[in-house]
């Protein structure tokens, strides 16, 4: 299927000889909910399939699954079974699988804990650019989801920085409220409104919930372009 829209996304770039339509999408993604990822493995190939024919701008915005996370951090795996109880070794199975369907290996080791300071990191990148934003957002979903890194941890997250060539990173984090009031109003702006995560508004107009599959995008792109 996705290989078969791929071939008509191919087909409708060679037609085209104006200049490509301009899709925005507006994610909000928290950095330790791995369906977030999920969704954006699948967001990439979809950008990569349309890209000659559209012009994508992305923008990372924060949601906190539990906004009461400690800072200290708390080992993962005993933190999902207190909350989910017997049912988290099957959502751990689960997930696994889900992650092995996009090239990855899912692991819940480490710990887990207060995401604020991905958050401030990835607005901090965001006024750098939107690639760099969605190429730090890559690296730090990495680290926690594959390689139990701690999302709190600040050295983790200035490896990330330095992975994408993020400068003043440290700068930035050092000071507490660098970025607290944006992450707030972004809170507000983008987040308030909704349950749950991943989020998706393309062009301020469709939105799409949950870990969308490649296809899913491609066909909203088309929607939100023709609407244009």
């Known amino acids: 299927m996705l290989q078969k829209i791929y071939q008509q996304f191919r087909a409708m770039a060679g037609s085209v000889n104006s200049g490509k339509k301009l899709i925005q999408i507006d994610i909000s993604s928290d950095t330790v909910c791995p369906w977030c990822f999920v969704g954006k493995k699948n967001l990439d190939k979809a950008l990569a399939i349309a890209k000659n024919q559209y012009n994508f701008e992305t923008k990372w915005h924060p949601f906190f699954l539990n906004p009461s996370a400690p800072k200290e951090g708390i080992n993962k795996r005993e933190y999902y079974m207190s909350k989910f109880g017997p049912q988290s070794k099957r959502m751990e199975s689960r997930m696994s699988e889900v992650f092995r369907s996009v090239g990855l290996e899912y692991s819940l080791n480490g710990l887990t804990g207060s995401s604020l300071d991905s958050h401030r990191l990835i607005f901090y990148a965001g006024q750098k650019g939107s690639e760099m934003q969605h190429n730090l957002v890559e690296e730090l979903c990495l680290g926690y989801f594959t390689q139990a890194r701690y999302i709190g941890d600040r050295e983790f997250l200035l490896e990330a920085a330095r992975k994408v060539q993020l400068e003043g990173a440290a700068e930035f984090l050092e000071d507490p409220n660098n970025g607290l009031q944006e992450v707030q109003d972004e809170l507000s702006k983008y ?26 995008f491609l066909r909203t792109f088309e929607a939100a372009a023709m609407a244009k």
């Not at 987040?191 to 939105?207: D, Q």
């Open 191 to 216: 987040s308030s409104r909704i349950s749950g995560v991943p989020h998706y508004l393309i062009n301020g107009k469709y939105e799409l919930s949950g870990a969308q599959s490649p296809e899913a």
